[in-house]
């Protein structure tokens, strides 16, 4: 979720879990292009995903 003009906006993501190589978290959205991204939490992992200022709007996760 990003702040943009006093609106939140909600992006939806794809978490997976590994423990092959220590244990860490990677990070996929549609709505961000080209966009992965791992961490050692779910939400650490997001935050790097969005630790910009251009946001792009969040699309429908059913499209």
Same mark, same amino acid.
């Given at each position: %979720? @990003?702040? /943009?003009?006093?609106? /939140?906006?909600?992006?939806? &993501?794809? =978490?997976? !879990?590994? +423990?092959? #190589?220590?244990?860490?978290? &990677? &990070?996929?959205?549609? +709505?961000?292009? !080209? %966009? &992965?991204?791992?961490?050692?939490? @779910?939400?650490?992992?997001?935050?790097? %995903?969005? #630790?910009? =200022?251009?946001?792009? !709007?969040?699309?429908?996760?059913? #499209?």
């Amino acid at each position: %979720m @990003a702040i /943009r003009n006093n609106k /939140r906006l909600i992006y939806p &993501v794809i =978490t997976s !879990e590994f +423990n092959d #190589d220590g244990h860490y978290f &990677v &990070v996929t959205s549609s +709505n961000i292009k !080209e %966009m &992965v991204t791992q961490g050692g939490t @779910a939400e650490e992992a997001i935050a790097i %995903m969005l #630790d910009g =200022t251009e946001y792009p !709007e969040p699309q429908d996760p059913s #499209d």
